[in-house]
């Protein structure tokens, strides 16, 4: 298996309910390793660039809001298949469709308060972790 790095970040509804803790220990659970971490506010032109991708969708503006509605923990975790790991510890974008035991469906609010983001493909993971931190911020 390939050892890779992916940017996860946890979400304002997240940090508003003090559950850093608690999604940060099913990662490392799971086996997945920080390599990096830290607790921000995204300014709205950071949250406009970051979910670009999505800037045609009908919830844009109300993603970009609720990104920047309070502070979020940007982190870079590694381990074997940690992209594809770290989806299937989150669970479904929509809680209501989340396998049990996800971190959304224990802990999402809703499809937009989702608690948690994390890269989906290794290609942008590495464009995302380069959004936010510096090669040398990252030890692994
Ligand atoms: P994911 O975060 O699972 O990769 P995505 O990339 O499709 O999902 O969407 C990015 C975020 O946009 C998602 O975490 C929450 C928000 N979002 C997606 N679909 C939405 C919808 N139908 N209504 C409101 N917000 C939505
Ligand atoms: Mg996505």
Redesign the pocket.
Known sequence: MATERTLSII?PDATRRNLTGKINARFEEAGLRFVAQKRIRLTKEQAEQF?S??SE???FG??VAFMISGPVVVQVLEGDNAVARN?EI?G???PANAAPGTIRADFAE???A?S???S?SAENAAIEIAYFFAGTELVG
Do not use: C, I, Q, W
Request: hydrophobic fraction near 30%.
């Open positions: 979400k979910y991708v999505h969708r009908s919830f109300e993603l989806r989150m479904a974008t929509n809703s499809v937009e989702n948690v983001h994390g989906d």
